[in-house]
């Protein structure tokens, strides 16, 4: 084989065949050579990553084919990301540069851990070849990376770059490069190689040797396992951070440097030590480098195993798992293996060897297998590989485990000892002092962060091995219950463990305050895991800050010098000897000996805790966790430069309250959610309660409210709240994390005296009232102490303070600024990002105040705000709500912390106070089986709370457990214990809120948990339990239904609920008593069960959007704050769907209608051409199919596709109901109208047989005349002149048989009609003369047109008297009357003595309306009487107009009889000249298409120009063709122009619908425009118009718009769908032209079959006149004859094109009737009080409620006060939230609260008006521009209560109309 095919089959590292070429390019000396470190995941490693497309680390240099066709040089690149043995990078290879890759984000801490570790490899002249790049995502920023390391010496910004992690910009990688060349010609061009760290290695090797000398001195006959080993290098690394303290350092170095063969033994301890923490980290798939972090694990993941089946994988996950939800039982993992009886088994094959096996004392073992991982190799593997966040938790959660926690911890890289003092500062201990005085015990409750207690600490070490466990000792002293301390007999403890020797462990012993509690006050007990000998460095801390050292030895030597010198020091020792049976034996002043030999662990225990206590009962000295950070030759977490950035700002707050009384500091630093946000809370709920003159009450409530946010902006400078939000925007997010933490830290340590001593007060002062209470229940005693209670409680209110204060303090700011729409002032933070700071820390998995607790409120403004910032970040994604409902101190808040790892508040007292919601992510794991991303848990304050006890209890629970019940998907009720009296309590707040969400369609789901229930396990009592349960909810929804009145008779018609499936028992949280009891194993397996069956039951629910739960917020609350919560709740987002559904629906019915339309136009053409003489309905309904199936397809996409499809299912199947009457009343209407057209075409038929005849007669006369006249063609007067004579005589000839239709006399008739019924002339003429019956049905008042009866013989015996005056009377009283009406009064009766004031108080506004509405009802029913006559077929009758007087005036007589007045005649004239009036135009029309289509007079002069253009044409000696050519034009243009018109009226209406917003919407988007308009033009009477005839005046606005969108805005565009109709009729005559003449040619036939082909291809476009041919029959040449029509066709279809759109007036279909009959086809119903219409697009829309966004004030419709003349200015929308009653009629004495409205009768019962705060300044302005035109209509003054609040009057037109588009 040749060198070309050997070199082609070389392989690379990785075993991949390269090419010859590829071999060559490897052999290439590098121009450079870089090799990658740091995380792995900054950077996205791929084919596109220019810098490196491979991810398996290598120590082989790569030749970057990338970076070659980037810039041309040959540069190597290693990949040793990750930190895999960084020794062993080869830097005999000569490195250029190291890149160091930091993730953004976490780029400070990573930064700081990896200088570390490379100065301690490398040594710090390393640091130059370093080039820092910090990576970041496409969407991300790290503009603040540089400023961030600048706090460290050993960085340098030349060496600093920044790019995205993909790697794929050629740009930054050109700049990256340019950077690496500069560093590099710094350097010289050297590279870094082995010689570079020599020196720093030998300085090592020294220390080393030294360290090895002082820990091997007087232990050299001990054989140590190679964990000991292991530890004594880790040690090591310690020593070379405190070699300080060493005095013989150069004598150590001296006597090492002799034995080089123990530095080659110790480098081959530390690499094996070293080497086994790497694997241990293998097996559990963790890395150091890749810190794990709390958002890791506060999400919604698989359930945790809790199997015997869990992989060494799966250890770090499950562990954390289980300590978050406080399962002690974490540390015992079970751990999957195949058979655990016979996994070490060893067979034996002979009987011969059996014995000498079995006596043997060696045993073969299986070296390949691997032991099982040690339980605290696992917590100490987590906690090493967790960031300082995690850790905190992860101790946290420990520590209410009652666990020991690491104290002091060895590193596992550099063998530093570290404390991690920071994952203490969460940690709260609570306990009770005993001391003794005057033969007194006082008992002092404790309660403090543990590393501020100054307590005693007791530590215990071993020197050497031991048979005795020392952490079992422990335990027995802490807790004989609990292992506090792993030992060895703890279940899964191995003989081989690696990151415990050198580990500290801390816990503590907290007394409860009782005689048998081991100590008496709180003791902290250090564990030193491993040989005190070995282990120098923690051994000399412990000792020195110990109060008390214990020490094991396995026998008392005198060579143990550690023993000696504690012996010698002043602090106190217990020696315990393993070998020694001797009792305890005071050797000196603090100083004792005992024996464990042959003693019981228990008789130990408790001479240990006899001793030492003595001990610690005269010392002074005391430990503090937090002393630890002075301590020298240790590093403390809270040293990392990021944690100390966080606490610097965090200091910089807490130094302003220096000094200050804790009650005081919120008064001070946050004074807009105190006294200012109660009190605005207080009036706002007032808004609700109003009472007298609520609009003037109203508007100063609302200036007050304004005040209070001015009064908030102007204190909302304080210093506090400026370093706050500066810190929160300026600190990176890890800082910014620190920051928060430490502001709490800070804030509790500064709060924790003060409440502990308030919280004993409380606890005292309580017990004092609760015995009361038995003893004296009545007593003044008992008033006196629940007055100091309250006064504590307030104490405490005060005193209570955290960072939710700042939280809501920002809020508060926020929304008076919102309010006020203020700028913030110059130095102060810009208030318009807190809800971005807010949003950012709420996804960052922090709980966010939903109501304020303390004001008993909910910041709409804010939590909106801060929703709606959510949403921009995540986008609107979906979540499950779940809430927690249960009374105070049940473990709400505990359980949902240890159900989600949460971290809501629990202490004792008050836990939470209001409620907090907490975003909880669903994990990619799991995510596929739920249709949500997010849980959204909603954790609130107890019910029945103590401090709110006596003070609106039940109020505040109801409306809370409604808000709490509204928001969640699901509810868990949280009932603690088995009380039934509170489970009764709980349980009637509970079924009365799910109640009303049944009523208002809201649909939550609900758990029962049964806590701190006895016996769990007994299925017979739980049963039991369910059943009495079941029985409860039953009979609580039964009280509630009374309530709440609603039909239901057990809890099952109000909520779907299983009890066998919905109901969860509990085991209680403790196992023991307090403090020192663990949580119970048994409460955290239910927690997990509960977990599980929530997550089944929302993996069934699609949640709801952000969005959507914003929404719900602000309906729940608004309703709320009304008694009336059910009448209230107004669903936001449900009315949105429903008004978006309503645009959908007029959409689906203009489909149908326009497709209608277009079918009726055909028809009607063909029965006009007489091709069609009967309709059938299943012929419309099939030529409608296609349309009407596309239409329900449509609808089936619209409810199953959309988003909010979930709310559109209860109205599908009405609104499907709706498509399918809307069509067949399509149907129905069309076939109507179209058999009116064949009975009218029928009832012509004799005027249509004689036509022809007319024709040929005229055609033939015209003919002799021409030819008479041909001479005197060109004189057009002349023919003008014999064609008249001609055709005067001819029609006389014509028609002398026929009678003439004449034109009808309304005007006789009407007069006749009413001198019929006895009225007398002159009052029709004085009212036809005023025009006063115009306006009947708008006057503003009829007083004067009635008389009350027990007046009327008075009035008559005054007529009587001036009977003979009669004439002269009637005149004046007349004119008086008119005068008097106009101006609403009536002067006959101030004759009588009764004054206006006095007739009008009698006189109420609701009569006043129904006077109104009887006369829009007559005028209504008149014209539909009316319209049935046959009017247009066989003419006018004045019997019809006799037949509606006769019903007017029944219907009169019929009104007044059940009335206590009369009606003048007056009243009687002018509603029937006014029906008369309404009923007069058609007639008129429908008389006058009766005689066009049946009057042969009118039919012959209407033909009149089209005869003589023909007679003219045979003047001129044109031929029959040319001749006839024109008469066919002439009828195609009069036929042309009619469809035109009418095709144009349809496709100006479709244009209009859908491209003008005012027809596009629904029916309130309607409304909108015609208020507008109305505003607009500023006309009083057509206002008054609109309030009495909406939809009479929404005519005239469409009517108007359609004028306007015509002939001035769009008049281009309708003249182009004009021409468009135009060439459309064109082509199709030019097509028919074509068929006739072809078909004539190829059938030899003549002219009477070319207009029979051309009549039949146009008979569905054009209706055509009748074309005689009888005259033309001479016609041979037929393309000649088209010819000549197309010309004349040319001059028709210009002149057309220029066609006035006006003409379409003319004809059947015009657009604005087209768009009157969609668009008004809806509901008119008028609001009862208002008479604002209702505003659904459906015409019946039962069974939903009527319904208007905005109401309007009651004196826009006249209302007043009963008895007086005072206007009534409220909204009822106001009124309906106030405490105000009304008449609901005339003669009703019944008064109704506005809240319960609805039981005022049938008007009131179909209306649904929600209170709304919101003021619409439309109809305020209207009021106020129009005050004297509605005081003089309504003659009713606007003074008193009817005041118009000054407030209005600053409205503005302007103002006013664009309050419009906010509704």
């Known amino acids: 084989m040749n060198d070309e095919a050997q070199h082609s089959e070389t392989k690379d590292t990785r075993g991949e065949t390269k090419s010859a070429s590829a071999e060559r390019k490897d052999k290439m000396e590098p121009e450079l050579t870089l090799v990658l470190i740091g995380d792995t995941n900054s950077i996205e490693i791929g084919p596109k990553n220019i810098l490196l497309e491979h991810d398996e680390p290598t120590n082989v240099e790569h030749f970057s084919s990338k970076l070659y066709d980037l810039c041309g040089r040959h540069i190597s690149v290693i990949n040793r990301l990750g930190f895999p043995n960084i020794h062993r990078i080869p830097l005999n290879q000569g490195i250029h540069a190291f890149v160091l890759l930091l993730p953004n984000g976490l780029h400070v801490n990573h930064y700081h851990s990896a200088v570390q570790r490379l100065e301690k490899a490398f040594g710090k002249d390393f640091l130059s070849y370093v080039m820092t790049i910090v990576t970041h995502e496409l969407d991300e920023t790290c503009e603040s990376a540089l400023e961030d390391f600048k706090d460290f010496s050993s960085f340098a910004e030349q060496r600093f770059h920044t790019c995205r992690r993909s790697m794929t910009d050629e740009k930054e990688m050109i700049d990256l490069l340019e950077k690496i060349d500069v560093m590099v010609s710094e350097n010289d061009r050297h590279c870094y190689t082995t010689l570079m760290c020599n020196g720093n290695k030998e300085q090592k090797e020294q220390l080393e040797q030294k360290l090895y000398k002082e820990e091997t001195t007087g232990t050299e006959n001990m054989d140590h396992s190679s964990e000991t080993k292991c530890n004594a290098l880790n040690e090591a690394g310690g020593a070379e951070h405190s070699e300080t303290t060493h005095d013989d350092t150069a004598g150590d170095a001296e006597l090492m440097s002799s034995r080089p063969e123990t530095k080659e033994k110790e480098d081959s301890d530390r690499q094996k030590c070293q080497g086994e923490t790497e694997t241990l980290f293998r097996r559990l798939h963790l890395q150091y480098q890749q810190k794990l972090s709390p958002a890791d694990f506060l999400k919604i993941g698989p359930p945790v195993k809790t199997t015997q089946d869990i992989s060494e994988k799966d250890f770090p996950n499950t562990f954390l798992q289980r300590v978050m939800v406080l399962d002690y039982r974490a540390r015992y993992i079970p751990e999957r293996q195949g058979s655990p009886d016979l996994r070490h088994s060893q067979s034996v094959e002979s009987d011969d060897d059996d014995l000498d096996a079995l006596f043997g004392t060696t045993v073969d073992v299986d070296e390949s297998k691997q032991t099982n991982v040690h339980p605290m190799d696992v917590q100490m593997a987590v906690f090493h590989c967790s960031d300082s966040f995690l850790k905190q938790n992860m101790i946290t959660k420990l520590s209410q485990c009652q666990y020991a926690l690491p104290f002091l911890v060895p590193n596992p890289e550099t063998a530093t000892i570290e404390c991690p003092l920071w994952t203490f500062r969460q940690i709260i201990k609570t306990w009770k002092t005993t001391q003794v005085k005057d033969d007194s015990k006082l008992v002092t409750m404790k309660s403090m962060p543990i590393c501020n207690a100054e307590t005693h600490m007791v530590s215990f070490f071993r020197l050497g091995s031991l048979s005795e466990s020392k952490s079992q000792l422990m335990n027995s002293l802490i807790n004989d219950r609990h292992n506090t301390f792993f030992h060895r007999n703890c279940p899964g403890s191995t003989k081989s463990r690696y990151l415990m020797d050198g580990v500290v462990e801390i816990a503590w012993y907290c007394p409860a305050g009782k005689p048998n509690d081991s100590f008496t006050d709180c003791i902290a007990f250090c564990n030193l895991h491993g040989d005190a000998l070995m282990i120098e460095t923690q051994t000399k801390i412990l000792t020195e800050t110990s109060s008390v050292n214990v020490v094991l030895v396995p026998t008392l030597e005198k060579r143990h010098r550690c023993l000696q010198d504690l012996y010698k020091s002043q602090k106190p020792l217990i020696i315990l000897i393993a070998d020694n049976d001797c009792d305890s034996v005071r050797m000196k002043q603090g100083k004792y000996k005992m024996g464990l030999k042959d003693r019981s662990q228990s008789d130990v225990s408790k001479t240990l805790k006899g001793i030492i206590g003595n001990m610690l009962s005269g010392l002074q000295t005391s430990f503090q966790l937090k002393s630890m950070a002075n301590v020298s030759g240790i590093r403390v977490d809270e040293d990392d430069p990021v944690c100390r950035k966080g606490e610097k700002a965090a200091i910089k707050i807490s130094n302003l309250f220096q000094g200050m009384n804790v009650s005081k500091i919120k008064d001070r630093f946050l004074p807009c959610q105190g006294q200012l946000w109660h009190q605005w809370s207080r009036i706002k709920k007032e808004l609700y309660h109003l009472k007298g003159n609520v609009e003037k009450e109203k508007s100063q409530k609302n200036q007050q409210l304004m005040k209070i946010r001015e009064d908030q902006c102007s204190a909302s400078c304080s210093e506090l709240m400026k370093s706050f939000t500066e810190s929160l925007i300026s600190l990176s997010s890890q800082e910014k994390e620190y920051f928060l933490k430490w502001t709490q830290i800070l804030i509790d340590a500064l709060c924790t005296d003060d409440l502990s001593s308030i919280l004993q007060s409380y606890d005292e002062k309580w017990s004092e009232v609760l015995v009361l209470k038995k003893k004296h229940p009545k007593s003044q005693l008992l008033e006196g102490k629940q007055d100091e209670l309250e006064t504590i409680s307030k104490k405490l209110q005060s005193a209570t303070f955290g960072l939710e204060h700042i939280f809501r303090e920002m809020g508060q700011i926020y929304e008076a600024h919102q309010a006020l729409k203020k700028q913030p002032n110059s130095g102060q933070t810009n208030w318009s990002k807190y809800p971005k700071l807010a949003a950012d820390l709420m996804i960052s998995g922090r709980p966010m105040e939903l109501m304020d607790g303390d004001a008993g409120h909910v910041p709409l403004t804010w939590i909106s705000s801060v929703l709606e910032e959510v949403i921009k970040k995540l986008g609107d994604q979906r979540v499950f709500v779940l809430s927690v409902l249960g009374i105070q101190s049940s473990g709400k808040s505990t359980m949902l912390n240890a159900m989600f790892g949460l971290q809501f508040a629990v202490s004792a007292g008050r836990c939470t106070k209001g409620a907090f919601m907490q975003l909880v992510k669903v994990s990619e794991e799991i995510k596929k089986d739920f249709r949500f991303d997010y849980v959204l848990v909603v954790d609130t304050e107890g019910l029945r709370a103590l401090e709110l006890a006596g003070n609106a209890t039940l109020h505040h629970d109801n409306a809370l457990a409604t808000f709490v019940v509204g928001l969640g998907n699901m509810t868990l009720i949280n009932i603690f214990g088995e009380n039934p009296a509170e489970m009764q309590d709980v349980l009637q707040i509970v079924v009365q809120a799910f109640m009303r969400m049944k009523k208002v369609k809201l649909s939550p789901s609900c758990v029962f948990v049964h806590q701190n229930v006895t016996d769990i396990g007994a299925a017979e009592k739980n049963m039991d339990g369910k059943r009495r349960l079941q029985e409860k909810l039953d009979q609580m929804a039964q009280l509630a239904a009374k309530e709440e009145v609603y039909d239901a008779e057990c809890f099952s018609d109000v909520i779907e609920f299983d009890v066998l499936q919905d109901v969860k028992y509990f085991a209680q949280l403790w196992e023991g008593s307090p403090p020192m009891a663990p949580p119970n194993p048994g409460y955290s397996e239910s927690v997990q069960e509960l977990k599980s069956m929530i997550l089944t039951k929302a993996s ?29 709740f107004k669903n936001t987002l449900e009315i949105a769907a429903y008004r978006k559904l309503e645009v959908q629906y007029g959409n689906w019915t203009w489909d149908l209608r326009s497709s209608m339309l277009t079918i009726e136009n055909q028809l009607y053409t063909k029965i006009e051409n007489g091709k069609l003489d009967k309709v059938d309905h299943t012929y419309l309904l099939k030529e409608m199919s296609k349309t009407y199936e596309k239409i329900k397809k449509d609808m089936t996409l619209y409810f199953e596709d959309n988003r909010d499809k979930d709310m559109l299912v209860q109205w599908r199947g009405r609104f499907e109901i709706k498509i399918k009457e809307f069509h067949e009343d399509q149907v129905k209407e069309v076939k109507r109208k179209l058999d009116e057209v064949i009975q009218q075409k029928k009832a012509c038929k004799k005027l249509d047989d004689k036509k022809p005849e007319f024709e040929n007669k005229l055609l033939q006369k015209s003919k002799e005349l021409a030819q008479q006249l041909k001479d005197k063609a060109k004189d057009e007067e002349e023919l003008q002149k014999h064609f008249n004579s001609v055709w005067t005589d001819c029609v006389s000839e014509l028609t002398e048989d026929i009678k003439p239709i004449k034109d009808i006399n309304l005007e006789e008739d009407k007069m006749f ?175 006058q298409t009766f005689k066009k289509n049946n009057d042969a007079l009118t039919y012959l002069n209407n033909n009149k120009p089209q005869y003589y253009n023909v007679f003219r044409s045979f003047c001129k000696g044109n031929s029959s063709a040319v001749v006839f050519g024109e008469m066919i034009c002439d009828k195609l243009k009069v036929s042309t122009v009619e469809t035109v018109c009418n095709k144009t009226a349809i496709d100006l209406a479709g244009e209009m619908r859908c491209s003008f917003p005012a027809f596009s919407g629904n029916r309130l988007d309607l409304e909108k425009h015609v208020l507008k308009s109305l505003a607009q033009k500023e006309d009083f009477d057509d206002f008054i118009n609109y309030i009495r005839h909406p939809r009479e005046q929404v005519e005239v606005f469409i009517k108007e718009e359609v004028e306007k969108y015509i002939f001035r805005k769009h008049e281009g565009k309708a003249q182009n769908i004009l021409k468009k109709n135009v060439d459309d009729i064109s082509h199709r005559v030019r097509q028919a032209l074509f068929e006739a003449t072809e078909t004539v040619k190829t059938q030899g036939g003549g002219t009477e079959m070319w207009v029979n082909e051309f009549s039949s291809f146009l008979k569905d476009e054009l209706p055509l006149d009748t074309i005689c041919c009888q005259n033309f029959s001479d016609i041979n040449n037929f393309d000649f004859l088209k010819e000549e029509i197309e010309k004349g066709l040319v001059n028709i279809i210009e002149e057309m094109k220029h066609l006035s759109l006006d003409k379409m007036k003319e004809f059947r279909l015009r657009p604005d009737q087209i768009l009157i009959d969609q668009l008004c086809k809806c509901c008119w119903v008028k609001c009862p009080f208002c008479a604002a219409v209702c505003t659904n697009t459906l015409e019946d829309h039962s069974p939903e409620d009527h319904s208007v966004p905005f109401h309007r004030p009651g004196a826009v419709n006249g209302w007043h006060y009963r008895g007086t003349i005072l206007m009534n200015v409220d909204f009822c929308t106001t009124n309906v939230a106030s405490d105000d009653s009304f008449y609901p009629g005339e003669n009703s004495e019944d008064l109704y609260l506005y809240k319960q409205y609805r039981k005022a009768g049938p008007r009131y019962a179909n209306w649904r008006i929600t209170p709304d705060e919101s003021k619409l300044k439309y109809w305020t302005w209207f009021v106020c521009r129009f005050q004297k035109n509605l005081e003089n209509h309504h003659r009713c003054k606007f003074k008193g209560n009817g005041e118009i609040p000054s407030e209005w009057k600053t409205h503005t037109k302007e103002e006013a109309i664009q309050s419009l588009d906010e509704m």
């Open 1100 to 1128: 069934q629910s699609a949640g709801i959007t952000l969005s959507h739960f914003k929404s719900t917020i602000q309906d729940l609350w608004n309703a709320l704050m009304n008694e009336q919560f059910v009448f209230s």
């Open 1313 to 1487: 009609i009413l001198e019929e019924l006895v009225i007398e002339r002159s009052l029709i003429n004085e009212s036809n003369s005023s025009g006063r019956y115009k306006n009947v049905s708008k006057a503003g008042n009829y007083c004067a047109y009635i008389t009350h009866k027990k007046y009327q013989e008075h009035c008559n015996e005054i007529q009587q008297s001036q009977q003979s005056k009669a004439e002269t009377s009637t005149h004046m009283n007349n004119e008086i009357f008119s005068a008097e009406l106009k101006a609403g009064s009536d002067v006959a009766q101030h004759k009588l003595g009764f004054g206006s004031t006095t007739q009008q108080n009698v006189f109420t506004h609701e009569e006043q309306e129904m006077i109104r509405t009887f006369i829009n009802n007559i005028e209504q029913q008149s014209l539909d009487t009316v319209k049935t006559k046959p009017v247009a077929t066989r003419g006018y009758s004045p019997t019809y107009l006799q037949e509606v007087a006769k019903n007017v005036q029944e219907e009169a007589t019929k009104f007044e009889s059940e009335r206590n007045y009369s009606f003048k005649k007056e009243f009687t004239v002018d509603v029937l000249l006014y029906v008369f009036e309404r009923l007069g135009s058609w007639l008129s029309d429908s008389h």
